[in-house]
């Protein structure tokens, strides 16, 4: 066994012996630069955690056995040299490895000293492959199963779905929960799930992980601060859609639209109609300005919108004043910049304020 020193001594002695590099293969130790030329010791650790990023970007374990075989495979270092990437990793760099010793009769694992900010852990690749030691009706088919890929891809177009923000915890939930998934391990469902969010079919969101669809339906709360004195918005819910434009008006009912052309996201009927019940009291225009653009997904332009029931409209809205005993203190009826029941007019030319 080797002593500290000796060990140091052999591996400077190992990097001392540049080998040539293949034919076709580039080696930047010996390619001329600008500046002092890298050392073989330098490259070396270089590739190495070249090969370790790229088992962090694939949940691979970077095994010594694996990283020894890519280093074969680039076919710029001797044996000698590959055989000692324990000494150059613990000796040389102990600031940048970390070397987790074997367990279980496993290979060593060398790792970064800090893992990437976006590194979500390695995968058990020995539990994948367990399952496969049983008879064939145990095989646990998982991601390969299209039966179980459709009821997947089924469940991401249902917007009322609701898995908790944790993938494991969602991995778990399906298993126990959903049928199709009672044979398939929590290991590949969190791929599934992990698989979905890069493809941005899921969302997380407050309460939860929801399909990208909920947000097409579900509207946004109310933003912006309340007019000085106003009182708090009452909780309506979603837009209910209005049954008809010329008074007579018959049961209304959720509006579940997904897709509108850009000439009916411009009718703002319905939503200053839910902007006035939700602040009887008034609010400010820039806050209305506000509310119009993040209801109607961005697309509201001040100067150009149309309101075809206006008149209509702000008759029946106007009596809804009654149900509002008096005025908050410190305001006035028409108070200065304030947009309230009474002040909503048919669309007209704007005017300077």
């Known amino acids: ?105 496993e290979q060593p694992v060398i790792v970064l000293a800090k893992s990437p900010i976006w590194f979500q852990g390695f995968v058990n690749q020995e539990e994948e492959q367990q399952p496969q030691n049983t008879n064939d009706d145990a095989v646990d088919k998982g991601f390969q199963d299209p039966e179980v890929v459709k009821v997947f891809q089924q469940m991401l177009q249902d917007e009322n779905l609701l898995l908790p923000r944790q993938v494991s915890e969602a991995a778990s939930k399906l298993q126990q929960k959903v049928q199709p998934f009672w044979h398939v391990s929590t290991l590949e469902l969190e791929l599934m799930l992990r698989d979905a969010m890069s493809k941005k079919l899921l969302k997380s969101w407050a309460d939860g992980m929801r399909p990208v669809i909920h947000r097409k339906n579900a509207k946004p709360m109310p933003i912006g601060p309340l007019a000085p004195g106003a009182c708090n918005a009452n909780n309506i819910g979603l837009v209910r859609a209005e049954a008809s434009i010329n008074g007579s008006q018959a049961e209304s009912e959720l509006s579940t639209e997904n897709d509108k052309d850009n000439e009916a996201r411009k009718d703002v009927t319905d939503l200053l109609t839910e902007l006035v019940l939700a602040f009887p009291s008034g609010l400010r225009f820039s806050t209305l300005k506000e509310h119009l653009r993040t209801c109607n997904d961005g697309l509201f332009s001040e100067t150009s919108f149309t309101c075809p029931a206006a ?39 704007r005017s300077s304020e």
Request: net charge positive; proline share 8%.
């Open 1 to 105: 066994m080797l002593s500290g020193a000796q060990l140091v001594l052999s591996c400077s002695a190992v990097f001392s012996r540049v080998q040539p590099c293949s034919a076709g293969a580039r080696c930047s130790a010996s390619q001329p630069s600008a500046g002092a030329r890298p050392s073989v010791c330098s490259v070396f650790k270089g590739e190495v955690t070249r090969i370790i990023l790229y088992c962090y970007k694939n949940r691979i374990t970077p095994t010594v056995k694996m990283l020894q075989s890519k280093l074969r495979e680039c076919q710029r270092f001797s044996e000698e040299q590959i055989s000692a990437i324990l000494q150059v990793c613990a000796r040389d760099a102990p600031m940048l490895y970390h070397i987790q010793p074997p367990m279980r009769g």
């Open 311 to 349: 008149k209509n409209w702000t008759e029946k809205v106007n009596g809804l004043s009654s149900m509002f005993a008096g005025t908050p203190p410190g305001l006035s009826k028409a108070g200065k910049g304030v947009i309230g029941p009474s002040r909503i007019r048919a669309p007209g030319p």
